[in-house]
């Protein structure tokens, strides 16, 4: 079985850079699956921030490409999120999720960590 | 980008009944789409991927179809646990969701 776990702040202030953790365990972050992030605004549908693979190979939603960084620990089988300039609207449920596909940002995503609610607010 | 539409955005059903929810998106997406199952504070689950393909574990009562740009999920014989929100996602460039679609009971 596949655990992933988002860790970092709840709370976070206008114009601050968020930094998420995650954890996963049951599978290795070497192996040719892609890894990915996604939000949920409240009351809201479901957003694809953008994938990594174990290469290092990244591809982001355009929309925040210009703020996001995906990156990966492969000694510490885990990967991040750092986004820049946060404001109101970045406040969601961020979940990391193990994706397959052919290349990166063409993935389904078959195993989901929990979701970490992070609010922005001054 | 593409842009998913999904429809009803919400469906009100009984349990025993069969209902189908529709997935259209912007452009062709070479069947590369997915659903999922999510409810309330818990993290989506795959039920199908490449249009039509059930995922390991998910009751045979889901089925996907479609082509091109147009996508259908139907759940036959609606069990309690099937009462959630619904969403499509392609992921054939730059993945996209649907807004979802909320079944609940009638």
């Known amino acids: 079985q596949v655990y992933l776990r988002e860790s970092g702040p709840r709370l976070m202030k206008p114009s601050g850079t968020l930094a998420l953790t995650c954890a996963v365990s049951?599978?290795?972050?070497?192996?040719?699956?892609?890894w990915g992030w996604l939000r949920q605004s409240p009351g809201k549908g479901l957003e694809w921030l953008g994938e990594i693979l174990q290469s290092g190979t990244t591809d982001y939603n355009p929309s925040l490409k210009s703020r996001l960084t995906i990156s990966l620990d492969k000694s510490k089988n885990e990967f991040y999120l750092t986004l820049t300039s946060v404001t109101t609207a970045d406040t969601a449920v961020y979940f990391c999720a193990r994706g397959w596909g052919s290349w990166v940002g063409t993935s389904y995503f078959d195993y989901w960590g929990q979701g970490l609610m992070v609010t922005v607010s001054s | 980008d593409i842009q998913m539409t999904q429809s009803p955005s919400t469906l009100s059903a009984s349990v025993g009944d069969t209902v189908v929810i529709t997935c259209r998106a912007s452009q062709t997406i070479n069947n590369l789409l997915a659903w999922y199952q999510q409810k309330p504070g818990s993290a989506p689950k795959l039920l199908i991927y490449k249009a039509s393909t059930l995922q390991s574990g998910v009751p045979s009562r889901f089925s996907g179809s479609g082509s091109g740009t147009e996508f259908t999920l139907t759940i036959s014989s609606l069990q309690p646990e099937d009462f959630a929100t619904y969403h499509c996602q392609q992921y054939s460039y730059d993945s996209s969701f649907g807004q979802g679609t909320k079944l609940d009971i009638k």
């Open positions: 049951g599978d290795s972050i070497r192996s040719t699956n892609y």
